[in-house]
């Protein structure tokens, strides 16, 4: 068996997401190849976006959220702003030889971008690879519409349902497996175990607070609200602060002098053990960080969301029983006042949680792939095979102009 999984680099989840998948098939034997899109493009072009969103997502918060919002409403007819356009410019014929020097059983991608290439490929029939589009959020992202001529799309759960429909898929494209995650995550430790491994105090409430592998978002200011919490039931915090140095350097000069003891980390592999360690996680809405928390039947308390997507995925959990959200109104120590005092509250948090939580999401979609590639191709039948007879390097004007007729 042999893959392909097409990535961005745009935040983490993207690549996190392929690595997850990748992890699964090399399980079972098959061997899988992770693409950076932009990166085979143009490397720098590729720097460029992945510095770019992080920048325009932290400082230009409200800048990013215009723009998502005009990409959402934007009506199939407004084509001189599709990326479709742009990445025309891109070298796409030296993607469709790269696909072509192997033969690959399926290709995975996990952004519109690389889907709306391998769609307009397919319906060329420049390649007759099965194609797998790969949600990393738990709503789709403007662009998805144009990936419908993809053979599969795998959605976070079934009530996604409607969405799809709404961007042109049909009900046996759909697959609700899951947004897939480490199989790490599958695998429980009871509380008090994981808290002694951890070398904390395995009789306190926990709490783990997570930025994202950035430390996005103010996290000590957070830390300073949770640490003032005047309540009559001690707890104790785990705080990781990703690759953010001064993030670290700032929350550990607060746990010196806190009131609930404190493990603040920086980037780490222990995450699994600090989800099983805690009663409830505060973070940001990664489609990634609450698929891995719903997979430990862990409530959430949502902050500092991006702007977009993070809306999106905060309204699916809220909308669901899943989460808490602060705002300017209930800040993070209200909500976190809330589940300490309301056994009630979180015991029914988790039962929401289990009615969506996908901890064999990798497994699943693993299976499928497995099936996939021990399924024959069905070639339509065709006077001709178009991608012999027209050269690569002069395919790229008529697809792309093809498409748009």
């Given at each position: 068996?042999?893959?392909?999984?097409?990535?961005?680099?745009?935040?983490?989840?993207?690549?996190?997401?392929?690595?997850?998948?990748?992890?699964?098939?090399?399980?079972?034997?098959?061997?899988?190849?992770?693409?950076?899109?932009?990166?085979?493009?143009?490397?720098?072009?590729?720097?460029?976006?992945?510095?770019?969103?992080?920048?325009?997502?932290?400082?230009?918060?409200?800048?990013?959220?215009?723009?998502?919002?005009?990409?959402?409403?934007?009506?199939?007819?407004?084509?001189?702003?599709?990326?479709?356009?742009?990445?025309?410019?891109?070298?796409?014929?030296?993607?469709?030889?790269?696909?072509?020097?192997?033969?690959?059983?399926?290709?995975?991608?996990?952004?519109?971008?690389?889907?709306?290439?391998?769609?307009?490929?397919?319906?060329?029939?420049?390649?007759?690879?099965?194609?797998?589009?790969?949600?990393?959020?738990?709503?789709?992202?403007?662009?998805?519409?144009?990936?419908?001529?993809?053979?599969?799309v795998v959605v976070p759960d079934r009530l996604l349902l409607p969405q799809?429909?709404?961007?042109?898929?049909?009900?046996?494209?759909?697959?609700?497996?899951?947004?897939?995650?480490?199989?790490?995550?599958?695998?429980?430790?009871?509380?008090?175990?994981?808290?002694?491994?951890?070398?904390?105090?395995?009789?306190?409430?926990?709490?783990?607070?997570?930025?994202?592998?950035?430390?996005?978002g103010n996290m000590a200011e957070n830390v300073r609200k949770i640490d003032?919490?005047?309540?009559?039931?001690?707890?104790?915090?785990?705080?990781?602060?990703?690759?953010?140095?001064?993030?670290?350097?700032?929350?550990?000069?607060?746990?010196?002098?806190?009131?609930?003891?404190?493990?603040?980390?920086?980037?780490?592999?222990?995450?699994?053990?600090?989800?099983?360690?805690?009663?409830?996680?505060?973070?940001?809405?990664?489609?990634?960080?609450?698929?891995?928390?719903?997979?430990?039947?862990?409530?959430?308390?949502?902050?500092?969301?991006?702007?977009?997507?993070?809306?999106?995925?905060?309204?699916?959990?809220?909308?669901?029983?899943?989460?808490?959200?602060?705002?300017?109104?209930?800040?993070?120590?209200?909500?976190?006042?809330?589940?300490?005092?309301?056994?009630?509250?979180?015991?029914?948090?988790?039962?929401?949680?289990?009615?969506?939580?996908?901890?064999?999401?990798?497994?699943?979609?693993?299976?499928?792939?497995?099936?996939?590639?021990?399924?024959?191709?069905?070639?339509p039948d065709t006077d001709e095979d178009f991608s012999k007879t027209h050269?690569?390097?002069?395919?790229?004007?008529?697809?792309?102009?093809?498409?748009?007729?």
């Amino acid at each position: 068996m042999n893959f392909l999984i097409l990535s961005v680099t745009a935040g983490e989840g993207h690549n996190s997401t392929a690595r997850a998948i990748r992890t699964e098939l090399e399980n079972r034997g098959a061997d899988c190849t992770i693409l950076d899109t932009f990166d085979y493009f143009s490397p720098e072009f590729a720097k460029l976006i992945s510095e770019g969103y992080l920048l325009v997502t932290e400082k230009a918060k409200f800048a990013w959220k215009f723009g998502y919002e005009l990409a959402e409403k934007r009506r199939a007819s407004e084509r001189e702003y599709t990326p479709a356009n742009l990445i025309k410019r891109a070298g796409a014929e030296e993607l469709a030889e790269y696909i072509r020097a192997d033969d690959y059983d399926a290709i995975l991608f996990t952004h519109p971008f690389a889907g709306i290439l391998l769609g307009i490929m397919k319906k060329k029939r420049i390649i007759t690879n099965r194609t797998v589009g790969i949600l990393t959020d738990f709503t789709f992202h403007p662009y998805w519409e144009d990936c419908t001529a993809n053979d599969y799309v795998v959605v976070p759960d079934r009530l996604l349902l409607p969405q799809a429909r709404r961007k042109g898929f049909a009900d046996d494209q759909i697959l609700s497996f899951g947004i897939p995650i480490n199989p790490k995550f599958s695998e429980t430790m009871p509380q008090k175990e994981a808290r002694r491994f951890l070398g904390i105090d395995e009789n306190l409430r926990t709490f783990l607070v997570m930025g994202g592998s950035m430390g996005y978002g103010n996290m000590a200011e957070n830390v300073r609200k949770i640490d003032a919490l005047d309540t009559e039931q001690d707890f104790q915090l785990i705080v990781v602060c990703g690759n953010n140095a001064d993030m670290k350097e700032d929350i550990d000069r607060i746990a010196k002098t806190s009131r609930h003891p404190m493990l603040v980390t920086g980037f780490v592999k222990t995450i699994p053990q600090m989800m099983d360690a805690s009663d409830a996680i505060i973070t940001k809405p990664g489609g990634l960080t609450t698929s891995e928390a719903l997979a430990k039947h862990l409530p959430m308390i949502i902050a500092n969301p991006i702007p977009g997507q993070e809306e999106r995925n905060a309204e699916f959990l809220l909308n669901n029983g899943c989460a808490l959200a602060t705002s300017d109104t209930c800040p993070i120590d209200e909500c976190l006042y809330q589940l300490l005092t309301s056994d009630v509250r979180l015991s029914a948090m988790r039962d929401c949680i289990a009615a969506i939580a996908k901890p064999d999401s990798a497994a699943m979609l693993g299976q499928f792939l497995e099936d996939l590639a021990h399924t024959p191709v069905i070639e339509p039948d065709t006077d001709e095979d178009f991608s012999k007879t027209h050269p690569v390097e002069t395919i790229e004007n008529m697809y792309f102009d093809l498409y748009w007729e």
